[in-house]
Structure formats: C-alpha cells, structure tokens
C-alpha cells in the first residue's frame, strides 16, 4: 500500500433517499388511491338503490382525494411507462378538459364544464335545522328552477334522502321564512315563495 493511499480519506455517500423512497411513496398513494376509488364507487352504488349515502362534503372529500390521487399517479407512473397509466389517464384527461372548459367560453365547453362538475360538485345547501338538510343539486346549464332535496343527517358520517321537493309550478321557497320540524315518523316543512311571501305554506314528507 502507497503512503498516499493510506492518508486519502474514504468517503462513502449515502444512498439517495428520494430514490429509495419514490417506490414505496407511490405505492402509499396507490394504496389511498384504489381504496378512495372504492368508497366513491360504494357510495354511488349505495346511492343509487338505496336512500343512504355519505354526507355531502364527506362524498366530495372521497371524490377529490380519488381524482387528486388519479393524476398524481399518472405522472408517476410516466417514467417509465407502465399499462397501469392507460387507466390513470383518465384523470388526466378530465383535468385537461375541465381547465379547457374553464378557459375557453362557447357552448360546448360550457357543457363540458357543467358534466365534469355535476359529477364532483356537493349539494349547494339551502337551510339546515333539527338534523333535515334541503339543497338544491348543481345542474349547470341544465339548471331548473325551484327542485330541492330533502335528506335527514345519520351518524354524522351519512345521509337518508327523504325525497324531491318540485317547487316549479309554485316558484323559488324563501328559505329565510323556512321553519323545519322533523318528528320520529315524518318531516313537516312551513314555508313561503317569494312570489307569493304572504302566504304561508306546508310540506310534508313522510319518513320511511
């Protein structure tokens, strides 16, 4: 062994831990990923036949995290290209459109806008008082006057929906003048239009 060698210090370099880490960051998010996709599909399944669903901003949590997760997966997955990213492109592409529909004004972008929005958009709420919850569902440019939802808050985590309150024929409710009573069999809503303020009004909607 040379004198110079034996007095060159050795240094060792540390392994780099972005590196070591991407693996097991992607699959963590991965993991969050197919089990929020999941629950949205669960919930939407629970919505359609039955009348339980999760709460509003509980079920827009659910959607976004699945849809934020989506697209941070397809640029993971980019390099290098795995089949995988075929199905992540998904959310990619409706990030595309929806920045598109954002950007670009005229009637088919407007549409475009109104679907990708409908699809994550909570229940805009009207009033809530004594656990029923009213709202009134985003629509767009297919929005129609005067159709509210009635649901009924359970367990804090989910919603029972009562039914739709077709308000068409008699105009918007003023919901300021709105007094809820929900009772153990039914749900009796006094109200008035703003067509017609003087006039006080009753609902009711019988639990199932």
């Known amino acids: 062994m040379r004198i110079g060698d034996a007095m060159t210090p ?21 993991r969050l990923h197919f089990i929020a996709l999941t629950a949205a599909v669960a919930n939407a399944l629970f919505k359609a036949f039955t009348t339980y669903s999760l709460g509003r901003n509980i079920e827009f949590g659910v959607e976004m995290l699945t849809a934020i997760s989506g697209l941070t997966l397809f640029v993971m997955f980019l390099n290098p290209f795995k089949k995988i990213n075929l199905y992540f492109s998904v959310y990619a592409i409706a990030a595309l459109l929806l920045m598109a529909g954002l950007l670009i004004r005229g009637m088919f972008w407007g549409v475009v806008l109104s679907v990708l929005l409908f699809l994550v958009l909570p229940d805009d709420t009207e009033i809530e008082s004594d656990g ?15 159709t509210y939802q009635v649901k009924e808050r359970k367990l804090l985590l989910f919603e029972k929906d009562h039914g739709t309150w ?42 199932q």
């Not at 919850?133 to 297919?142: E, Y």
């Not at 024929?169 to 006094?190: L, M, N, R, W, Y």
């Open 10 to 30: 050795h240094v060792h370099k540390a392994p780099d831990s972005s590196h070591s880490m991407k693996p097991g960051f992607r699959k963590a998010i991965l």
């Open 132 to 146: 029923i919850v009213i709202s009134t569902a985003f629509q767009g440019l297919m929005a129609s006057c005067c």
């Open 166 to 207: 077709d308000m068409q024929a008699e105009g918007p409710v003023d919901f300021k003048h709105v007094t809820i009573h929900s009772a153990e069999d039914e749900i009796k809503i006094t109200y008035s239009t703003h067509s017609a303020p003087g006039v006080i009004q009753t609902k009711t909607f019988k639990k």
